[in-house]
């Protein structure tokens, strides 16, 4: 039996996970932890950024950022920041990229240091265009025309969620912020399904509008979205039956299973 105690597998579980980019900086600025992931997409090796100072490897990364530090501090007081950015690799290749920062704090709720993970989008548009297109009556949803409001704050997550439904088929609403998007149901009793992220900045982040709409609009169906599976928890996993969660990113092919499972549900 192994002797590796579960946060040694933890570690090399991120350490060795090539998918996304994954850095750990502790208060001090200084890189802790880089994946075999940043390594491979941004270019800089283990010896190149741990113990360096990541505002000064992200100054490189993004030269057009007013100030590098935004980027982790604005995470501590939402709990969550994400955003999309152009990066540039070591080698001066450019690629969008989705950033994801958290803080991460200690027994006392102290702040001690931020993770991030980056990932490459244009490689994810790359690999859906290469995956054959199945028969448009298989990415059809199979339950008539239903009209689903998605809810983001980020623009570009919310433009791929638009296009990606409007493609299968449904009518689809959008609003960057839960106050529009409880005023579009209020107007439109045709939503069938509210799509939402679960960490949005403002009074009502995805749970609270979950809850807010179902209220307006008793029976109507729910599903949350976000990059960390713990968002979704509301009670340890248990959420009502026409409340369901999928994990950022997908792609097309499982936001529809997962659409149509929702609205399938009675």
């Known amino acids: 039996m192994s002797s590796v105690n579960e946060y040694e597998l933890a570690r090399l579980f991120v350490d060795e996970l090539s998918d996304y980019a994954i850095a750990v900086v502790d208060s001090a600025d200084r890189i802790l932890i880089w994946n075999a992931g940043a390594r491979a997409l941004l270019g800089y090796s283990a010896d190149e950024a741990i113990g360096a100072s990541f505002s000064q490897l992200y100054a490189r990364m993004d030269p057009e950022a007013s100030e590098t530090g935004a980027l982790i501090t604005s995470a501590a007081p939402l709990g969550r920041h994400e955003t999309n950015r152009q990066l540039v690799r070591k080698d001066g290749i450019r690629f969008q990229a989705n950033i994801v920062a958290r803080p991460i ?53 919310l433009g791929i969620a638009t296009d990606q439904l409007t493609s299968l088929g449904y009518s689809v609403i959008a609003a960057t912020n839960g106050a529009d998007a409880l005023e579009l149901l209020r107007q439109d009793n045709q939503i069938e399904l ?10 009502l982040a995805g749970r609270d ?11 109507l169906k729910v599903l949350f979205a976000s990059g960390y599976v713990e968002d979704a928890l509301v009670g340890k996993g248990q959420l009502a039956p026409n409340v369901q969660f999928l994990p950022k990113p997908y792609r097309k ?7 149509e499972d929702v609205l399938s549900r009675l």
């Open 105 to 157: 704090t200690d027994a006392a709720n102290t702040v001690v240091g931020f993770g991030l993970i980056v990932h490459d989008i244009d490689r994810s548009r790359r690999l859906a265009a290469a995956v054959p297109s199945l028969p448009a009556a298989a990415d059809a949803p199979v339950r008539g025309i239903a009209k689903i409001l998605v809810v983001d704050d980020n623009q570009g997550v």
């Open 194 to 203: 509210l799509f939402t992220d679960v960490v949005m900045p403002g009074e």
């Open 209 to 219: 509008l979950a809850a807010r709409a179902m209220a307006i609009r008793p029976g």
């Open 253 to 259: 092919h499982e936001l529809a299973r997962k659409v």
